[in-house]
């Protein structure tokens, strides 16, 4: 498993940006597939992105497509969630999770990530 650390949370008026960075501890990083997720208060850890080791393939929930972009920077052990035209109903507590393998497009399950970063909040008001 690798130590993961979230940043870059916080309040947002709807329709402006935010970009949340995911940093991990360990060199191999460039050897996990990243993923990244989403729980409101009362509701299930919901999959929002995913990007394969390399950042050769991407997956997006269907609500965020178009609208968040997921990268990263291996050399800085680094995942990028960037967030425009951000909406009331994307407030939760977000959360970086990775595992070390191949992505598999589809593979959205909290189950399929070992390990998890401690979550940054974003708060979208209205």
């Known amino acids: 498993q690798v130590q993961l650390v979230e940043s870059g949370g916080g309040l947002v008026q709807a329709g402006g940006s935010l970009r949340l960075s995911c940093t991990a501890s360990e060199r191999t990083f460039r050897t996990y597939a990243v993923g990244w997720f989403r729980q409101a208060p009362g509701k299930e850890r919901d999959f929002v992105a995913a990007?394969?080791?390399?950042?050769?393939?991407?997956d997006y929930v269907d609500s965020v497509k178009g609208r968040f972009t997921i990268s990263r920077d291996d050399a800085k052990n680094t995942v990028w969630l960037q967030m425009s035209s951000l909406k009331p109903e994307d407030t939760a507590v977000y959360y970086c999770?990775?595992?070390?393998?191949?992505?598999?497009?589809?593979?959205?399950?909290?189950?399929?990530?070992?390990?998890w970063g401690q979550g940054t909040q974003v708060t979208v008001s209205s």
């Open positions: 999770a990775a595992e070390r393998r191949s992505y598999v497009s589809g593979s959205r399950r909290v189950a399929d990530f070992g390990s």
């Open positions: 990007i394969n080791w390399g950042g050769g393939s991407t």
